[in-house]
């Protein structure tokens, strides 16, 4: 096992993969043990809203940034990447402003689309900005290596959501699953937050404690350049490097955007379709199963998608050529997902059914119609 552990820290990609995937692994296999309990307390109807609101806030809070936040990982610079998150988080925070006077010219329509549930249409811009901030945040922790905090972070959340999910219903008989993982995701941004927000202070701390001392720092070098942590910042954000970022990384808005916004609508779709022509208990059924059968897909694939990317974007940025580990990574996901495919092809409705109780065998039925559908989304 030592030998084994050993290999994995000489392997630097696969033990980032294993840093990121065992708090996933902790936080998923803590959701997947309490949605029993959920489907018990909630109906599917309080399932399909739940499903119809995060519908809407994820896809718009994943584009809010108009993708900026993708290109973080991109600068050699450090100082760069920092200039792109600030550039994210005020387009972010327009985008939301908006969302919200849409919501204000067509108020009614909003009210309709969540059964007349006043509150649910207020809680989609903070839903949204929230969303839109933790990706920001998110990618930047990512370019940063800072696996470490990040698997923490998915632990807390998912600790979160079921705690407020559950007392949410028992203490204050309110549908939790909404503002219960509202909650959790304002918790997720703070803690991102606060740790960068504390490590940028005590870097400060560290320059004016060099500056007036160490006579070894070349004048010529900014200060930052002799501080070993490149922490987030004001300082070096100026005017002209902002315009020079959004000029030199302008194809995510222009191209990724709007392919961003599809894709999300095509994948959720279904739920669209189930609520217009039945009712939210059908795309109630179908948000358990996509629910469930997600959890894979953000344990491995999710956990490999940062790595990689980051992998990737660094080998990009030193002139390497990024193919061969971009087949060996897919091949790899391909082979894990074979045996959970036939498992549910042939047994997804009894285990629906064993595992979520006798109300929930039609999600089961859904499992076994889209499982393809989530190979390729794995």
Do not use: C
């Amino acid at each position: 096992m030592s030998r084994l552990i050993d290999k994995l820290k000489q392997n630097s990609y696969i033990f980032q993969i294993a840093t990121l995937m065992s708090g996933t692994l902790m936080a998923q296999a803590l959701m997947f043990a309490f949605i029993p309990i959920l489907t018990r307390i909630y109906t599917p109807t309080e399932f399909g809203l739940y499903s119809l609101f995060f519908l809407i806030s994820s896809m718009i809070g994943e584009v809010s940034s108009l993708r900026y936040e993708q290109a973080i990982m991109l600068p050699k610079s450090d100082i760069d990447a920092q200039t792109l998150v600030f550039l994210s988080v005020a387009v972010t925070f327009i985008i939301t402003t908006i969302v919200t006077l849409v919501i204000v010219l067509f108020y009614d329509l909003f009210l309709n689309y969540f059964n007349g549930l006043v509150y649910l249409v207020w809680l989609l811009p903070p839903s949204i900005l929230i969303l839109g901030l933790t990706q920001i945040f998110d990618t930047y922790s990512t370019r940063r290596q800072l696996y470490k905090k990040i698997a923490t972070v998915r632990v807390v959340e998912s600790v979160t959501t079921i705690g407020t999910q559950w007392s949410s219903r028992y203490l204050f008989a309110l549908d939790g699953l909404i503002v219960g993982k509202l909650i959790s995701n304002f918790f997720v941004l703070y803690q991102f937050l606060h740790f960068h927000i504390k490590e940028t202070l005590q870097n400060s701390l560290e320059a004016e404690a060099l500056a007036p001392n160490n006579t070894r720092l070349k004048p010529s070098v900014p200060l930052h350049f002799h501080i070993k942590k490149q922490t987030l910042g004001v300082r070096y954000l100026t005017k002209r490097r902002l315009k020079a970022n959004i000029k030199r990384h302008d194809s995510f808005p222009k191209y990724f955007t709007f392919s961003s916004l599809l894709n999300s609508f095509s994948q959720n779709i279904p739920i669209f379709l189930f609520s217009m022509l039945f009712s939210p208990a059908i795309a109630g059924f179908y948000g358990l199963t996509a629910r469930v059968m997600q959890v894979p897909i953000l344990l491995i694939s999710g956990s490999t998608r940062r790595v990689f990317y980051q992998k990737a974007s660094q080998m990009y940025a030193n002139g390497e050529n990024i193919r061969e580990i971009y087949l060996k990574t897919t091949i790899g996901l391909i082979k894990l997902f074979i045996l959970p495919l036939f498992i549910i092809l042939l047994f997804g409705e009894e285990i629906f059914v064993l595992i979520f109780s006798n109300k929930w065998a039609e999600s089961g039925v859904i499992a076994q119609i889209t499982i393809i559908w989530f190979m390729f989304a794995f």
